[in-house]
Each structure stands twice: as structure tokens, then as C-alpha cells.
């Protein structure tokens, strides 16, 4: 395989129509190129998760200010190319500022409060001039998965909330720092640091290390942290700190305590150069992928969330956050959050009284199709699922079910391939375990049937009945099956057609389920 150099919209735009008409999922690594080790990281990331890697580089003037360094900005085509070959990228789509930005070109992304601070305040308009960009490049790539890195924190942030609010049907994956051996956090622009600068710019590192060194042995209070990390770059003369702030993750807020999650930021003025790094922190021994899993799933500060955390639930959460195993992902703006964390904590305060699971078919795709979101708005699924179950209303619902899907982050219409339900499956019996006392579950179509038989009762296929064989007769079927996790026990396993996705209709089992409830 060789790597396609694509310089324009139009070549991209047949390239990824190309990939996707072989239902390949394609990675987008967005650059300004004069790549390293932090940039190669996000596209290995991105060749375990995606059939096809596109990687740009683009130099984009609209994120510099007017005094900034554009002009500057280091350029190294041909070694950036030859790292992204060898890296085994399929294509580098590297186009002129004439292309992405042509002349007429006047719409602008404005992403908000959150970029006006820190760095926006920093660099005013930088955001606007990020945010932009990278829609633009989503829009012609059109990639399934996107990769950043931690390393541009308030980016993050900025662009997960752009996908979130514009529904782009976009991943975003976010890999850690990449740090030089002495803790300096790799950079296109360190070529620049003199090697006295070199030595002075380490120290951005090292009060972000002190600082988590100082949590983990027990001091919260962020004022007493962030006085720490100002004392350490004060001594510095030649470094300027333009901010050192601890905040809350989802935020930026700065926080009064620093918990598991929350990030210190800092950015300095080092000659002509600026030096931004930022840590997450955590429990010592956390690795940095799941200092970031806590970061980015820290929940919004939410009244409605007053019930305690339960471990067992976060921990699942965060396996599920990080399953990247079956790439079938396409549109999730579903964070796993959403039906698990957020709805369990708080609609679930005692998962111990839960007798009733019901399994649907995929994760709804938007964030307000959850009932346990919006409760208040029916939609179809809904409406005949309660008819299905004899219920009134969500309340109704609540009070003796929960509500779990066969599949999590794929999102292709309605078609869920072999792979995804094989995957999500072991997301699936851990949430088992969270509802110990189950009696009954409702499965809802064939896909969780298939995936309930072949993956939870680990049944061969062969002797799996065929699912329209299977309802023919009363339109539902029922069996008693052990269930891995569960002792002795034996739970009642009703089978019926989904309410949405499947044409037939199965009755009412209101009159089945009041006496096993
Ligand atoms: P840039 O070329 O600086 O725009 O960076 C392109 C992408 O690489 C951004 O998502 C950055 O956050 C990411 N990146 C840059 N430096 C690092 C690093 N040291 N570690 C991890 N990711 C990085």
C-alpha cells in the first residue's frame, strides 16, 4: 500500500466517497504537519480503530492572530510525508489555504463562552478559526472517527462540544501527551527553544507534576496546588505565565478542590515562543488513558445527580468509553454516559430493586432520543414499547425496569453486523451483573435475540431457532435460562418483535409480567 498525497477538496471528497462505498470506516488525524511523536500517536490510534487513516496537514491562517506566527510556523513536507508513509497511512491530504479558504469564503464557526477563555483569551479569535476549520474538514472527509490530542486540552473540549452541538456524526477520540524523557510535552514549535530555552521550558512539566504529586499525597484545596505550580515558574525569570488555572474538565471552570478528573493548565511566554501543557489528575498508578476517560466523562455539574457513585457502575462506564474493538462506530452522539452513568446514578439510586431488564436493539443515536434524558417526550419506540408492557408512562416504567441495548456505539441505520454484537455482548453481561436481583428480561427484536443466545447463553448458532420461527405461533416466546453471574437462579427470557425496527407487532404481555415483577 502506498500513500495518496491529495491536495484538493475534490480529490479528498472521491477519495473518502471511495472508502465508503466499501463500508470501510475512515480516521481523520487533523495537523499543521512538522509532525512528531505526539502527531504519530493519534495515527496509531487511529489504524487500530479505522480501516483507512487520512491525515492532514494544513496550516491554517485562520487560528493565528495578526502578531502570531504563521508566516513562522515550522513546515516540513517531505519529512512529514515520509514519516506518515512509513507510518502506513493511506492518504495525507495536505491542500493550499486557497482550497480550504477560498476567495468569498466568509462563514465562521463561533463556539462560544469556552473559547474566550485561557487560550482564547490568550489569542482572541483562535478558536473561532479552529472550530471552522476542523468543520470543514469533517464535512469533506467526512471521517467516522476523528483523533485529537489531550495535549491542546481547551481543543478538545471545544470540539467535542462542536460535534455535540451541530450533531456532526463524528467520533471524537482523544489520545494522551506525548512527552519528551524529561517530561517536556512534544511540539512542532520546540525546534525553536535555544538549548538554554530547552532547559528553562521543562519547568511547565514539573509544576503540573508537582502539583498531582501534591494531590495524590492528599491536598485538594486547588488554591494551595496552584500556588505551588506559580511559586515553581516564578523562579524562572525568563518564563511569563499567561494563566495556571485548575478546572473543572467539562467546564473549564476553575474548581476550589482538584478531584479525580480535574485539570491543571499552563501556558508561558518563553522568549518569542508560547508553551501550553496540561495534566489530568488521578490516583497514582492511573494510566493516561483512563486519567483521560475520567476527565472526559466527568459528568456536567448536574443537580439532578445526587445519588452516590457506585464503582461498579463507573468502572463500567469507562470499559465502555474506551471500547474501540469492533469499529462498527459511525454516528455515536450517544456518549455511553448517557444510558449508563447519568441514568443509572440517578434513576437507579438502588440497582439491588430492579426485577425487570428490558434489551432493545441499538443505543438511540441523539442524546434526546434517551428516555432517560427527555422522559417527559414519547417517541415511537417508546409509545409501543409501553403498550408492549402494559405501562403508562415512563415513571411507570422506572419503577420496575431499565432499559439496555444490544448495541452501543454503532449507529448505521438499522443493520448491526455479527462484530458489533459480538463486542458489545461483554458490555452487556458486566450490566447483568449491575441488576442482581433480574427475574425477567425483555429482549426486543432480532439482533439482541441473536446476540442474547449466541453471546449470554453462549448458545451455538446451529441451535439457535430461527427468530420469526421462533414468535411465529403467539407472535412472543418465553424460556427459563441460567444466567452466567446470576447462582442458581433461573430468569424468565421473553422474546417479541422490536417496536420500531420490525413490521410485526407482538401483543400485550401486560397480563405476563404483573405476576413476575
Ligand atoms: P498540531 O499540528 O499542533 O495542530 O496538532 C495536531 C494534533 O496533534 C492535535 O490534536 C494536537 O493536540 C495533537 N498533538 C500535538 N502535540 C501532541 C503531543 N505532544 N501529544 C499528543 N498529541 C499531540
Not at 500500500?1 to 465508503?20: G, K, L, N
Not at 415513571?395 to 449507529?411: Q, V
Not at 439457535?464 to 416466546?477: D, R, V
Request: charged fraction near 25%; charge should be neutral; hydrophobic fraction near 45%.
Amino acid at each position: 500500500m502506498s500513500t495518496r498525497w491529495i491536495f484538493t477538496v475534490a480529490d479528498m471528497i472521491s477519495f473518502a466517497t471511495e472508502v465508503r462505498s466499501h463500508t470501510k470506516t475512515l480516521a481523520l488525524v487533523p495537523t499543521m504537519g512538522a509532525l512528531h511523536e505526539g502527531h504519530l500517536s493519534l495515527v496509531r490510534q487511529a489504524k487500530i480503530q479505522c480501516d483507512v487513516v487520512v491525515v492532514s496537514i494544513f496550516v491554517n491562517p485562520t487560528q493565528f492572530g495578526p502578531s502570531e506566527d504563521f508566516a513562522r510556523y515550522p513546515r516540513n513536507p517531505e519529512k512529514d510525508f515520509e514519516l506518515l508513509e512509513s507510518a502506513k497511512v493511506h492518504a495525507v491530504l495536505a491542500p493550499s489555504v486557497e482550497e480550504v479558504f477560498p476567495a468569498g469564503f466568509s462563514t465562521f464557526v463561533d463556539p462560544g463562552q469556552i473559547a474566550t477563555i485561557w487560550e482564547g483569551a490568550q489569542r482572541p479569535g483562535h478558536f473561532r478559526g479552529v472550530a471552522t476549520v476542523v468543520l470543514r474538514l469533517f464535512n469533506i472527509v467526512r471521517p467516522d472517527v476523528a483523533f485529537f490530542g489531550q495535549k491542546d486540552f481547551q481543543q478538545v473540549v471545544i470540539i467535542r462540544r462542536l460535534v455535540e452541538d451541530l450533531n456532526l456524526p463524528v467520533r471524537i477520540v482523544v489520545c494522551p501527551i506525548v512527552r519528551e524523557a524529561d517530561g517536556l510535552a512534544r511540539s512542532s514549535r520546540n525546534i525553536y527553544l535555544s538549548a538554554e530555552e530547552r532547559k528553562v521550558a521543562v519547568l511547565l512539566s514539573r509544576s503540573l507534576k508537582r502539583a498531582e504529586a501534591l494531590a495524590q499525597s492528599g491536598e485538594a484545596d486547588a488554591e494551595k496546588l496552584l500556588a505551588e505550580m506559580r511559586r515553581m515558574l516564578a523562579a524562572e525569570p525568563r518564563l511569563q505565565i499567561d494563566y495556571a488555572a485548575i478546572v473543572n474538565p467539562a467546564t473549564l471552570e476553575p474548581v476550589t478542590h482538584a478531584l479525580p478528573g480535574t485539570v491543571a493548565l499552563a501556558a508561558a511566554r518563553l522568549g518569542k515562543l508560547r508553551l501550553i501543557d496540561n495534566l489530568i489528575f488521578g490516583p497514582p498508578g492511573l494510566s493516561p488513558e483512563m486519567k483521560l476517560q475520567l476527565a472526559l466523562t466527568a459528568p456536567q455539574p448536574d443537580k439532578e445527580s445526587t445519588a452516590a457513585p457506585r464503582p461498579e457502575i463507573d468502572s463500567l462506564r469507562i470499559k465502555i468509553e474506551n471500547c474501540r474493538d469492533c469499529a462498527a462506530v459511525s454516528s455515536i452522539a450517544l456518549p455511553a454516559r448517557e444510558f449508563l452513568f447519568k441514568y443509572l446514578k440517578r434513576d437507579y439510586p438502588n440497582l439491588d430493586a430492579i426485577r425487570a431488564l428490558v434489551i432493545g436493539g441499538c443505543a438511540p443515536i441523539g442524546p434526546a432520543d434517551s428516555p432517560y434524558r427527555r422522559p417527559e417526550q414519547p417517541n415511537p419506540f417508546l409509545t409501543r414499547l409501553y403498550e408492549l408492557l402494559g405501562l403508562r408512562d415512563f415513571a411507570e416504567f422506572r419503577a420496575s425496569f431499565a432499559l439496555t441495548d444490544a448495541a452501543r456505539c454503532h449507529a448505521v441505520g438499522n443493520r448491526v453486523d455479527d462484530r458489533t454484537l459480538e463486542y458489545c455482548a461483554r458490555h452487556l453481561r458486566e450490566e447483568l451483573k449491575l441488576f442482581p436481583n433480574v427475574r425477567t428480561i425483555i429482549i426486543l427484536g432480532e439482533y439482541a435475540y441473536l446476540q442474547f443466545q449466541r453471546h449470554v447463553l453462549g448458545r451455538e448458532r446451529a441451535s439457535i431457532k430461527a427468530f420469526p420461527e421462533l414468535l411465529k405461533a403467539q407472535g412472543w416466546a418465553q424460556e427459563l435460562v441460567q444466567l452466567p453471574g446470576y447462582g442458581e437462579r433461573e430468569v424468565r427470557v421473553l422474546y417479541c418483535y422490536h417496536p420500531t425496527f420490525e413490521t410485526k407487532k407482538s401483543p400485550s404481555l401486560a397480563a405476563h409480567l404483573s405476576s413476575m415483577l
